[in-house]
C-alpha cells in the first residue's frame, strides 16, 4: 500500500449467486475489469420560465450499463457450462464483486454475451458480459 491508501487491485473477486438463497460460484481467471459505472439520463425541463433562456435538467433513472470480465477459458468445465447455460437463459442472476482490500458490491444482472477464444501461440480465453439491472442493497445499507 502506498502513502496515500491507494494498491493494487490484485485480488479482486467476482462470484455469481443463483437462486433465492443463492448458490454461489467464483468465477475463476478474472482478467482487468472495471465495475459497473452507472449513468443517470438527463431529462430536459426547459420552459418559457426558464431563467436567462437557459436549459434547465433534472436527473433522470439511472443505467447501470454492462460489465465486461475476461477470464480463464477450459472448454466443458463448470465455469463454461455455468456461463453458456445463463447466456442462453437469460436468468436474472445476482453478482458479487469484491475489489481487493474493499467490501462486496452486489448487483442483480444477466449474462448478456459469452465469448470464447482460442488462439494457436496464447492462453484460451472467455470474455463474459453482464447487463447490470441494479445494486443490491444489503438491509441496513446506504
Keep these: 500500500m502506498s502513502f496515500t491508501g491507494v494498491g493494487l487491485g490484485y485480488g479482486a473477486r467476482i462470484r455469481i449467486g443463483r437462486g433465492a438463497t443463492p448458490a454461489w460460484t467464483t468465477l475463476i481467471g478474472p482478467g482487468d475489469f472495471e465495475l459497473p459505472a452507472g ?8 420552459s418559457h420560465d426558464s ?12 443505467d447501470n ?21 445463463l447466456r442462453r437463459t437469460g436468468e436474472l442472476i445476482q453478482l458479487e464483486i469484491t475489489p481487493a482490500g474493499g467490501t462486496p ?3 442483480a444482472a444477466w ?3 459469452y465469448g470464447r477464444s482460442a488462439p494457436v501461440n496464447g492462453k ?3 470474455t463474459i458480459g453482464f447487463r447490470i439491472n441494479g445494486e443490491i442493497i444489503a438491509e441496513g445499507g446506504n
Excluded: C, H
Design 51 to 62: 431563467p436567462n433562456r437557459t436549459k434547465e435538467f433534472i436527473p433522470g433513472l439511472t
Design 111 to 113: 449474462v448478456k454475451s
Design 105 to 107: 458490491e452486489l448487483w
Design 124 to 126: 484460451a480465453t472467455a
Design 39 to 46: 449513468e443517470v439520463d438527463e431529462i430536459e425541463a426547459t
Design 65 to 85: 450499463g454492462t460489465m465486461t470480465v475476461p477470464v480463464d477459458y477450459i472448454p466443458g468445465n463448470d465455469q463454461d457450462v455455468l456461463l453458456r447455460e
